[in-house]
């Protein structure tokens, strides 16, 4: 039906969508074929992803420029129940995430694959590559709750075994078993939203009400309203990763190959926002004000706390991992202000706030994705991930280098990349919280903007650390010496992110304007109207007089200046600066090991904010000869936990475990006792039952 | 003889099986259990032949026959004989508490009868009274299972359940269907020579039918 | 036709087993055996299909969507159990686990409990499924002590003895049933036959019915492995031979459970209301709980897959007590689905454990390495019993929670909690085992991979697409029930 | 493009930073000799001193990369474009809509990422000391910075500079929350330029360093550079708190005749700046490092007090 050949000619955004999910299907076919040919399964499995991912993304921007919204109904599923498509705006944003990063980490994984195959077999890897990103693909364009949850699950499992395929290490073991268990949770709540959403659709006697347009027009109680979202939001932001429902991620992340943490990091934590977004705007609509409130403060919160605990690693996959708790953050703050100015009528802040949280969606996707390959990058050349073991990269690894700077400056949110567009229309969009008509909130909102500054502050410090111990400075261990840059493919696939990072920096008007049609949909209001009122240049996004910002300008500017000075000082009488030692102190022997540390390089915010970590700090003097006070050797250890494990998942776990000895008692071996169980079975069911 | 004098023998001929069922909670001397099964069997065939009489019910005798044949003669011989074989210790165990047991079993009596009493209004039959006993022997082989040890005295806490639902059929509804009643008791035999079967391998794999050594299998709570 | 030779298939087969059932060529015999009553079943379901319900002359047995369903599901599993029984036996024939006479035994009585349990599903007469099932039992016990090791023997014995006093109270329980419907349909042979009392079930006394259940549900339900009359599973599942544990969870559980339902099918007809349900549910939820908690801190494997049975047939019994048209519905897919992957789940287990020569889980490691479709099918098969889409097992309990949420909805949670908290237990445990560096000790072993294979895609396919046929087939089966 | 004034106001804006921003540190340094009872060199010294950097051979580490040397040049350049974008002589420049206030801090930030990155480049622990440092105190920084943003724009309904600026140009006077955010201002203008009490830009002594400590390898050229952007910030810091603390005189409209008012208003006000500030520092001591997070925190709280008083006391 969907392949019919008319539709060939003229293609329409879903074909596309499901052409690429076909695809990306199809392609797993080839792993058992090529088994044996590790190359060739590499070779074209991977094309195929990037073939698709480029139709999905494709076929999304289409969906969302021609404001499109296609329905088709497949004939699989369960009984009355067949699996609904639909691809509007919305899912089309989130289609073009998923295809531009298939796309720049399937070309990526040409190059990083190919070293892995030198290893250990990579079947798996390309099978579950495919079907999570398929699985994605099928997240979003559901239209029902049981295709979604298929499509969700699909997509965890995948992701599951990819964080395990290097399954030798008990580390990972651990990391997939946390993950997989509290995504089943989390989507074992969805189900549990849906399933409230789906009883007012048509009280459950049919299984109409699973399709989400029934959801759509269900009048549900508000009470019961607010149960499907905090049950939603609850599973989506197990998936997001909102601090306290984040400790799997850390985990998880950095314990896959890198091409997928990339995609988990940049694209699958995204599918919860996708949820949140299209289960409070669009089916179930009608949004009190604190529920914006509270996706506002477990934003803070995760912006927060995610970016601290980010400051405390020294694995570099790790502390991205962290850095993604902190940018769902930063999107859940820009949604949850949306949702609140669109509680309180205000469409056009309640539009900002949204394509704020969209805008940082796409952006936090590209500047991850890139970092992630990135640090794969670092991983395939020198083996290990541990900073303290890495430095002076960046003479060996000079393209690599300069990427990962590019998606260090993204995430720091700083001009003229991406991520400070969408942090800058965060703060526009708090600094308009005085129109809301509560004084509670006018005075609490601006905190929370001093929250948004002290995360992005604390991220630029963390970034710095990320980058200037990893390819900075010299050497740390053997693992950073004699490395090599990485293949044109893996090069090609950052590269390609990079210049996304940039373009998005400095052309957001033009993004907002495309972008606009999704609040539009949903919050019946735009912004792109005054964003982009003086052109492409420009980003007005509420009025000129308000706030503006040019990074096209910014960028140039600083860019010219820096070359007419080079210009100056190098165009009369240049010499070529001469090259020296570092000054040493007077100190004749320095040694690589005499550099800061990514432990040294957090230390006084480890002082600040101590409280909110738990730290176990031990430097205990070995090898003392001479006297007391001269060890030749001290060991130092030291290590900085989630506070939250011990205060939600250990007495949680703890109790099941509790339980679990309880039960076991059942079993005590005597066969009298088990005799005594039945007797007493029937003794209080002819007591009770009858 | 009247059906009221035949109502009263099946009431006494009941009451002597219930009263065997105490008798065999509280035997502990293997032969002695034995024989006191041998009895319980004896009484359940008199009384369903009697009821056959009285009620004219032809298949009841044959009924009354194969008890007579399986547990009065067949089972009690093959437990015997393995008993024989097997040297079995003869004081069987130490049982926990016999006066606590057999108040247990009074209250189970009580029980049974509280549970049949709005079951019999419905009954018709001479024997609508002994259906709560019928129910109180099975309660009485289930609670003899519990307390016993010894795999031979379970064995025999189980036949006696099985009078117990015999003796059930009978009192409910002049007997089950006779293919029923053919298959139940092929069953029954079945289980006997299985139970013989494991006799020996319990013999064999743990020097004794002492129960309390096979309690190996249990959850361990290592972790 | 088709009936006399389902019936007759696994007699005939049993009877040269008994004789030459350690010789090379038993295994086929046993697998053409059940291959033939796999095949008998198929025609007897398109009958059933074509013509609508089945009853013999004389009403002994009466066939209908409900029980055809079963009966080809476990002429199913039963031909994929025997297939997977060659190599496993053959290799503990090798290892001289088993000597010549208990192959014997072993074969004879494989296809004897497969007999016993065809009988309890087509026959129409309650009492002849009570003699079915406690033959059933009679026909395992020995199995399962078929290694005569200290711990199968005691499996054997509880296993004996606690089935054994459960069945007896289904005895009671048919005499009482018995007794009700003699006031109504009169003394005499058909008076047990399901159809007629079905027929009469509104005019049967609704007392005795309600206490006749009482004995039913602590009876089969013993067999059906409800907490807490569950203490002979485990034990029973991890001490016998492999390819028996996956014929027990995967067919005798459901046998026992049909037996139950087609009682409570009675019960409900009788009172009116679904008091026998409730009952169903309460236990169904506790068996749930109680098995997922005691996944966690298993050390031998089949064991574990055991506790994972008995928190399925809470999940069913449950799903049965909630009734209504969705959650029957929702069950027998449950049961079919269960049956596919859990026996799938016991042969990749089995295989798994002779790699390493043992069944405790903390010296079975990387079978992934070992063996890939071995580890991969445990894994798959651990991910499908655990509810995760696309697999046929989602699909049940999308339906059960959907029917709970309309009928109980806070129940809901519970069931969810159970489910939640058994798929952390089985994760946990069987993540190490797949993965990880195969360890010294492990050897390989020639594997049966087509079961496992043919098992698992069903699931899959159930996961995505329910055929008309089958879906038409629960519809009618469904029709059944009354509450 | 038919009126020039604006172009060539926005180029002017830029020059003079370029050129004053030296006079004024040697002014403040003056001022600090004389309160410490020293002669101390006179207010062209820091001319001289570039002059002389900028002639000198350029030596860089051997571990350097090409983030050591291209930073001086990133951050120079920021500093002019800021130059540019920050109405010191008029509001409504063309390039003031590049960036509003906001955006102006984030423009700083991307300075000071590449200056925190070049001191862990050569690998000394000094360097890297220096980062850390900087980082953490910028991190500290911001919230407040934000806050006492914040503020102001509550008072403004605007971000961008020129709107601001106006608006209070137009109206604003004593209001309490207005004194707040100026306090705030003040307390992290003196942050984020390294001055004292949170850093000590004449120092080298080892342990105390933090600015200074991430240069410590430069020289020629590069120092001279960052040298220069260093006293453009301090210089910016200043108008920007002018402007928007107390913009007065300068030229709403661009016109010939108010921009030369608005020159001169603006170089008083900035030679009194210049005097405030050593007096200021003459009565602080520097701080621990690990105190400077309560003297950040004052300047949060002052913040908050701003806005609060704004919406408990002006509404």
Same mark, same amino acid.
């Given at each position: 039906m969907i392949f019919a050949p008319e539709l060939l000619a003229s293609p329409t955004p879903i074909f596309l969508a499901t052409l690429a999910v076909s695809l990306w299907l199809a392609g797993t076919l080839l792993v058992p074929v090529l088994a044996r040919r590790p190359v060739w399964l590499i070779r074209s499995a991977f094309s195929l992803a990037t073939l698709g991912s480029a139709l999905a993304a494709v076929g999304g921007a289409w969906a969302v420029a021609a404001a499109g919204n296609e329905a088709i109904v497949l004939p699989i599923g369960i009984p009355e129940l067949p699996f609904h498509l639909r691809l509007d705006p919305l899912a089309g944003f989130f289609l073009v995430v998923i295809g531009a990063m298939g796309f720049f980490t399937s070309i990526y994984s040409l190059g990083y694959v190919r070293g892995i195959a030198e290893r250990r077999p990579v079947g798996g890897l390309v099978l579950f590559f495919l079907l999570f990103l398929a699985g994605m693909g099928l997240v979003v364009l559901a239209d029902d709750a049981f295709l979604f949850l298929v499509a969700w699950e699909g997509m965890t499992v995948s992701s599951y075994f990819l964080v395990v395929f290097e399954h030798e290490q008990t580390a990972n073991q651990k990391a997939g078993f946390l993950y997989l268990l509290m995504a089943h949770v989390g989507a074992i709540t969805i189900l549990l939203a849906f399933g409230v959403m789906a009883a007012f659709a048509t009280g459950l006697t049919s299984f109409e009400g699973y399709a989400f347009d029934a959801m759509r027009r269900a009048d549900i109680a508000p009470g019961w309203a607010t149960a499907a979202f905090l049950l939603a939001l609850f599973g989506f932001g197990l998936k997001a990763g909102i601090v306290p429902l984040h400790v799997w991620l850390p985990e998880a992340h950095p314990v896959a190959p890198s091409n997928v943490s990339a995609l988990m990091s940049g694209v699958m934590i995204k599918m919860a926002i996708y949820g949140i977004i299209r289960v409070t705007f669009d089916l179930l609509a009608a949004i009190p004000w604190w529920w914006g409130a509270l996706v506002l403060a477990l934003g803070l919160v995760s912006a927060l706390m995610g970016v601290l605990y980010a400051l405390m690693q020294h694995d570099l996959k790790r502390l991205l991992a962290y850095h993604s708790v902190e940018n769902i953050g930063i999107i859940l703050i820009g949604i949850g202000l949306g949702m609140t100015f669109h509680a309180f009528d205000l469409p056009e802040l309640a539009a900002l706030g949204l394509i704020a949280g969209l805008y940082h969606t796409l952006n936090h996707a590209l500047f991850k994705g890139l970092l992630f390959l990135g640090a794969g990058a670092v991983q395939h050349a020198t083996h290990t991930r541990e900073m303290e073991a890495l430095g002076g990269l960046i003479h060996r690894m000079p393209w690599t280098a300069a990427l990962f700077l590019v998606g260090c400056i993204s995430i720091s949110a700083l001009p003229p990349f991406n991520g400070f567009v969408s942090e800058w229309l965060t703060y526009q969009a708090f600094l308009l919280s005085p129109s809301l008509p509560s004084t509670l909130l006018n005075i609490l909102v601006p905190i929370g903007a001093a929250g948004l500054a002290l995360t992005s502050a604390l991220a630029a410090a963390c970034f710095v650390k990320a980058f200037g111990i990893t390819f900075l400075g010299q050497p740390r261990s053997r693992h950073a010496q004699n490395v090599s840059e990485v293949g044109i493919t893996m090069r090609i696939g950052m590269a390609g992110l990079a210049l996304a990072c940039l373009l998005l920096g400095i052309l957001p008007a033009t993004l907002i304007d495309w972008l606009d049609v999704i609040p539009r949909q949903f919050v019946g209001a735009g912004i792109a109207e005054s964003a982009s009122s003086h052109g492409w240049l420009w980003l007005t996004p509420i009025a000129p007089?308000?706030?503006?910002?040019?990074?096209?300008?910014?960028?140039?500017?600083?860019?010219?200046?820096?070359?007419?000075?080079?210009f100056a000082l190098h165009g009369r009488r240049h010499r070529a600066p001469r090259r020296g030692p570092a000054w040493d102190c007077g100190f004749e022997k320095m040694t690589p090991r005499m550099q800061y540390t990514a432990t040294s390089f957090s230390m006084p915010i480890r002082v600040f904010f101590g409280a909110l970590f738990k730290i176990r700090e031990r430097s205990s003097p070995m090898h003392v000869h001479r006297h007391a006070a001269f060890p030749e050797r001290v060991s130092y250890s030291l290590h900085v936990d989630d506070r939250f494990w011990g205060w939600i998942y250990k007495p949680v776990s703890d109790a099941a475990f509790w339980i679990a000895r309880l039960t076991t008692r059942i079993q005590g071996g005597r066969i009298q006792v088990y005799l005594i169980y039945s007797f007493l079975t029937i003794l209080v069911l002819l007591i009770f039952g009858r | 003889m009247s059906p009221v004098f035949l109502a009263q023998v099946v009431d006494l001929l009941s009451a002597l099986v219930l009263l065997l069922g105490f008798g065999l909670l509280a035997q502990r001397r293997i032969y002695a259990l034995l024989h006191l099964f041998a009895w319980q069997g004896l009484f359940l065939a008199a009384n369903t032949a009697i009821v056959a009489y009285g009620a004219g019910v032809r298949h009841l005798y044959f009924s009354a026959l194969l008890t007579l044949v399986m547990k009065v003669a067949l089972i009690p011989y093959i437990l015997h004989v393995l008993i024989q074989r097997m040297k079995i210790e003869r004081d069987v165990e130490t049982m926990v508490n016999v006066p606590l047991t057999l108040l247990i079993g009074i209250a189970l009596v009580v029980l049974s009868y509280n549970v049949m009493s709005p079951i019999q209004e419905f009954s018709t039959l001479m024997t609508r009274s002994t259906l709560a006993i019928a129910l109180a022997t099975v309660m009485l082989g289930l609670l003899m299972m519990i307390t016993r040890r010894h795999a031979v005295a379970?064995?025999?806490?189980?036949?006696?359940?099985?009078?117990?639902?015999?003796?059930?059929?009978?009192?409910?509804?002049?007997?089950?269907?006779?293919?029923v009643e053919l298959g139940v008791a092929l069953d029954i035999l079945i289980a006997a020579l299985i139970f013989g079967v494991f006799f020996f391998q319990i013999r064999t794999t743990f020097e004794s039918l002492d129960l309390s050594k096979m309690a190996r299998l249990k959850e361990d709570v290592g972790e | 036709m088709m009936l006399t030779g389902l019936l007759i298939a696994p007699v005939v087969t049993a009877v040269p087993l008994a004789f030459y059932g350690h010789r090379r060529f038993a295994p086929y015999v046993n697998m053409a055996g059940s291959a033939a009553a796999f095949l008998f079943s198929v025609g007897l379901a398109w009958q059933v299909f074509d013509q609508g319900p089945i009853q013999t002359s004389g009403g002994s047995f009466f066939v209908d969507a409900f029980n055809v369903f079963l009966a080809v599901l476990t002429a199913f599993v039963s031909m994929t159990t025997a297939a997977f029984s060659r190599p496993y036996m053959a290799h503990e024939f090798k290892q001289g686990r088993v000597g010549p006479r208990r192959m014997r035994l072993y074969h004879a009585m494989f296809q004897l409990f497969i007999f016993a349990m065809l009988l309890a599903l087509l026959t129409n007469n309650m009492g002849i499924l009570w003699i079915a099932m406690e033959l059933a039992t009679l026909a395992t016990v020995l199995l399962v002590s078929l290694y005569r090791t200290p711990e199968s023997v005691e499996a054997a014995w509880k296993y004996f003895i606690l089935c054994g006093v459960g069945i007896a109270q289904a005895l009671f329980g048919t005499t009482l049933l018995y007794f009700a419907a003699e006031r109504v349909l009169g003394e005499g042979g058909t008076t047990l036959h399901w159809t007629n009392l079905n027929a009469a079930a509104s005019s049967l006394e609704p007392t005795i019915l309600s206490l006749a259940f009482v004995f039913f549900l602590a009876g089969y339900g013993a067999k059906v492995g409800l907490v807490p009359l569950h203490n002979w599973l485990p034990d029973a599942h991890s001490e016998g031979p492999t390819p028996i544990s996956a014929v027990l969870s995967g067919l005798l559980l459901n046998v026992a459970l049909y037996a139950v339902v087609r009682c409570k099918v009675l019960v409900d007809g009788a009172t009116g209301?679904?008091? &026998?349900?409730?009952?169903?549910?309460?236990?169904?939820?506790?068996?749930?709980?109680? &098995?997922?908690? &005691?996944l966690f801190l298993q050390r031998d494997v089949k064991r574990m897959f055991s506790y994972s049975s008995i928190e399925h047939m809470g999940i069913m019994a449950f799903a049965f007590g909630l009734g209504g048209k969705l959650a029957t519905f929702a069950a027998l897919l449950h049961m079919l689905v269960h049956s596919l992957v859990k026996s799938s789940i016991f042969f990749t287990v089995g295989h798994a454990s002779h790699m390493h020569g043992t069944q405790q889980m903390d010296r079975i490691q990387g079978i992934i390495r070992g063996n890939p479709l071995v580890g991969w099918g445990l894994v798959v098969g651990v991910m499908a019993i655990a509810g995760l889409p696309p697999f046929g097992v989602f699909v049940s309990e999308f339906l059960i929670l959907t029917a709970t949420m309309r009928e109980a909805p806070f129940l809901a949670p519970i069931l969810l909690l159970g489910l939640a908290v058994a798929f952390a237990g089985l994760l946990r445990k069987v993540q190490p085992m797949v993965f990880g560096a195969p360890p010294a000790h492990q050897v390989p072993v020639r594997a049966a991979h087509v079961p496992v294979i043919l098992h698992l895609v069903i699931a899959l396919v159930l996961g995505l697409f329910i055929p008309s046929f089958l879906s038409q087939w629960f519809e009618t089966a469904v029709s059944m029930m009354r509450w | 493009m038919n009126d020039p004034l604006p172009y060539i106001l926005t180029i002017a804006q830029?020059?003079?930073?370029?050129?004053?921003?030296?006079?004024?540190?040697?002014?403040?340094?003056?001022? #600090?000799?004389?309160?410490?009872?020293?002669?101390?060199?006179?207010?062209?010294?820091?001319?001289?001193?570039?002059? #002389?950097? %900028?002639?000198?051979?350029?030596?860089?580490?051997?571990?350097?990369?090409?983030?050591?040397? %291209?930073?001086?040049?990133?951050?120079?350049?920021? *500093?002019?474009?800021?130059?540019?974008? @920050?109405? $010191?002589?008029?509001?409504?420049?063309?390039?003031?809509?590049?960036?509003?206030?906001?955006?102006?801090?984030?423009?700083?930030?991307?300075?000071?990422?590449?200056?925190?990155?070049?001191?862990?480049?050569?690998?000394?622990?000094?360097?890297?000391?220096?980062?850390?440092?900087?980082? *953490?105190?910028?991190?500290?920084?911001?919230?407040?910075?934000?806050?006492?943003?914040?503020?102001?724009?509550?008072?403004?309904?605007?971000?961008?500079?020129?709107?601001?600026?106006?608006?209070?140009? #137009?109206? @604003? !006077?004593?209001?309490?929350?207005?004194?707040?955010?100026? !306090?705030? %201002?003040?307390? $992290?203008?003196?942050?984020? +330029?390294?001055? $004292?009490? @949170?850093? +000590?830009?004449?120092?080298? !002594?080892?342990?105390?360093?933090?600015?200074?400590?991430?240069?410590?390898?430069?020289?020629?050229?590069?120092?001279?550079? $960052?040298?220069?952007?260093?006293?453009? #910030?301090?210089?910016?810091?200043? !108008?920007?708190?002018i402007a928007l603390f107390a913009p007065w005189g300068i030229a709403g409209t661009p016109g010939a005749g108010s921009v030369a008012l608005a020159f001169g208003v603006m170089a008083a006000k900035l030679l009194l700046v210049a005097t405030g500030l050593p007096v200021l520092e003459m009565g602080l001591a520097k701080l621990r490092l690990f105190r400077v997070s309560e003297f950040l925190g004052v300047a949060f709280l002052l913040a908050t007090l701003a806005i609060l008083s704004h919406f408990i006391l002006e509404r």
């Open positions: 007089e308000r706030a503006s910002y040019s990074g096209t300008i910014v960028f140039l500017g600083i860019g010219a200046i820096i070359g007419l000075t080079w | 379970q064995v025999i806490g189980f036949l006696a359940m099985e009078n117990g639902l015999f003796f059930a059929a009978t009192s409910a509804t002049y007997g089950m269907p006779m293919v | 209301t679904n008091r &026998a349900g409730q009952l169903m549910m309460a236990m169904g939820l506790l068996s749930l709980v109680v &098995a997922a908690f &005691a | 830029a020059a003079l930073l370029l050129l004053l921003a030296p006079f004024m540190v040697g002014w403040v340094r003056l001022v #600090k000799a004389r309160l410490q009872n020293r002669r101390g060199a006179g207010p062209l010294q820091p001319y001289r001193d570039i002059r #002389k950097l %900028f002639a000198k051979e350029a030596v860089v580490a051997e571990n350097a990369s090409w983030i050591f040397r %291209f930073t001086p040049y990133l951050v120079f350049g920021v *500093t002019v474009l800021a130059g540019a974008i @920050v109405p $010191i002589l008029a509001v409504d420049l063309p390039l003031a809509p590049v960036a509003d206030v906001i955006a102006l801090v984030a423009i700083f930030a991307l300075a000071r990422f590449f200056v925190a990155l070049a001191g862990l480049d050569i690998g000394t622990a000094f360097g890297g000391m220096g980062s850390s440092r900087e980082m *953490t105190i910028a991190s500290l920084a911001e919230p407040a910075m934000l806050m006492a943003i914040f503020a102001a724009s509550l008072i403004t309904q605007s971000t961008s500079l020129s709107t601001m600026v106006a608006e209070i140009h #137009k109206g @604003v !006077l004593l209001k309490p929350s207005f004194a707040f955010a100026l !306090l705030a %201002f003040v307390l $992290i203008a003196l942050a984020e +330029n390294g001055r $004292i009490p @949170v850093d +000590n830009p004449a120092t080298h !002594l080892e342990l105390t360093m933090i600015h200074e400590a991430m240069i410590l390898e430069y020289s020629g050229r590069h120092l001279a550079m $960052i040298e220069w952007a260093g006293m453009m #910030k301090l210089m910016l810091f200043s !108008l920007l708190g």
